[in-house]
Nanobody
């Protein structure tokens, strides 16, 4: 059974930084593309960033491009989201997700339906 456990969320001031982590269990992590999504109350969950199975390619939403980076450590079965220059509009619950397929290369924003497993989410709050 796949389990994704996010951590690293919290309260930060505008302009600050946070690093989210997502530890994966029960899956072939090193073969699986990973993604980060976020959701605010009353809005649909939206794509933030994705990374290919081997870390060779990444893709970001326009709203976070240049501020966020995504990386992975296949030896630790963990994917990270480094968030810099945070803005109040980045406030959301952040979810990591594992691709349903293996060996996917990320060349565009993936569909949420491409992901078969989700974490429980971690709250990020950016104060103005």
């Amino acid at each position: 059974q796949v389990q994704l456990v996010e951590s690293g969320g919290g309260l930060v001031q505008t302009g600050g930084s946070l690093r989210l982590s997502c530890a994966a269990f029960g899956m072939l992590f090193s073969r699986t593309a990973m993604g980060w999504f976020r959701q605010t109350p009353g809005k649909e969950r939206e794509f933030v960033a994705a990374i290919s199975w081997n870390g060779g390619s990444t893709y970001f939403a326009d709203s976070v491009k240049g501020r966020f980076t995504i990386s992975r450590d296949n030896a630790k079965n963990t994917v990270y989201l480094q968030m810099n220059s945070l803005k109040p509009e980045d406030t959301a619950v952040y979810y990591c997700a594992a691709d349903k397929s293996e060996f996917r290369t990320v060349v565009s924003a993936p569909y949420q339906a491409d992901f078969g497993s989700w974490g429980q989410g971690t709250q990020v709050t950016v104060s103005s």
